[in-house]
Nanobody, 128 residues
Framework: QVQLVESGGGSVQAGGSLRLSCEAA????????MGWFRQAPGKEREGVATIYGGSTTSYADSVKGRFTISKDNSKNTLYLEMNSLKPEDTAMYYCAGVRGYVLRSKCLSRTVADFGYWGQGTQVTVSS
């Protein structure tokens, strides 16, 4: 059974930093495509960042230069380093993985429907 468990969310002031972690059980973090998504109240879930293979990454324009996605295969864990946080980053953040193989282009497009495994989410709240 696949389990993705996020942690590291919390409340910070604008300009602050957080690091989210996603521990994968029954699903190897070495899998080709994993990602972070977020959903704010009243909005659709959106792709924040994805990582294909070991190091190829893709970011939403709104987080480029501020967020960094990475994997530690030895710990089977996915990370999202978030710096210079803004109030508009406030959302529930979800870790996700693709079932099986996916084309590199699909992974980097950060499309919600392409991801079949999801964590329960961790809340990030940024105050001004």
């Amino acid at each position: 059974q696949v389990q993705l468990v996020e942690s590291g969310g919390g409340s910070v002031q604008a300009g602050g930093s957080l690091r989210l972690s996603c521990e994968a059980a029954g699903y190897t973090a070495t899998s080709y495509c994993m990602g972070w998504f977020r959903q704010a109240p009243g909005k659709e879930r959106e792709g924040v960042a994805t990582i294909y293979g070991g190091s190829t990454t893709s970011y939403a324009d709104s987080v480029k230069g501020r967020f960094t996605i990475s994997k530690d295969n030895s710990k089977n864990t996915l990370y999202l380093e978030m710096n210079s946080l803004k109030p508009e980053d406030t959302a529930m953040y979800y870790c996700a993985g693709v079932r099986g193989y996916v084309l590199r282009s699909k992974c980097l497009s950060r499309t919600v429907a392409d991801f079949g495994y999801w964590g329960q989410g961790t809340q990030v709240t940024v105050s001004s």
